[in-house]
């Protein structure tokens, strides 16, 4: 069966990862280096790259997927989510030295939703990272906000894009007729 290239061509290790600029990518690696990363929001536009980069850094650290939930919060906004998939997720022992919760378009949680996800982050901050992404990150709640690292991620430029784009069809032996 043929994969989608956004999957198939999704990177997996930070080598592959194109950032904008060498300050983002020394921070990246600097987590990476520390073993460890804090609690992290990513934004930018859609399609830029930040869930990409998520589970990068995940497949980096050699986490085990068993240590991970993955919660597309566009879907899954609501307070029950948080009490009950967050909740038991995080009250269980990692196999690793922590577990990992990613929120994808946390934006979309609802108001009390991020209240509860703030004890959470508070009460498991020893044993739980939490990873969200999103697109509006004035949506998140200031006191989110203030436990979480803020990485912001900008569209690639033409040039780069095109370069990327370049690779992809020469791995497929695809001719490019302009």
Not at 121 to 130: C, K
């Amino acid at each position: 069966m043929k994969d989608l290239w956004t999957e198939k061509y999704r990177p997996k290790k930070i080598a592959d990862y194109v950032f904008r600029d060498d300050n983002q990518k020394e921070q990246v690696n600097a987590w990476l280096k520390s073993d460890a990363i804090p609690h992290l929001i990513f934004s930018g536009a859609p399609g830029t790259g930040k869930t990409t980069l998520a589970k990068v850094l995940l497949n980096e650290l050699d986490v085990d997927w068993g240590d991970v939930l993955e919660i597309n919060a566009s879907r899954e906004n609501s307070v029950d989510t948080v009490r009950d998939k967050i909740t038991n997720f995080s009250a269980t022992i990692p196999f690793g030295p922590f577990k990992y919760v990613l929120l994808d378009e946390a934006d979309y949680m609802t108001p009390n939703a991020q209240a509860i996800l703030r004890g959470m982050m508070e009460q498991y901050v020893s044993t739980v990272r939490f990873i969200l992404t999103c697109n509006y990150p004035n949506r998140i709640i200031p006191a989110i906000h203030s436990r979480c690292q803020g990485f912001h991620i900008e569209h690639l430029d033409k040039t780069e894009f095109a370069a990327r784009i370049a690779t992809i069809l020469m791995d497929e032996k695809i001719d490019l007729d302009i």
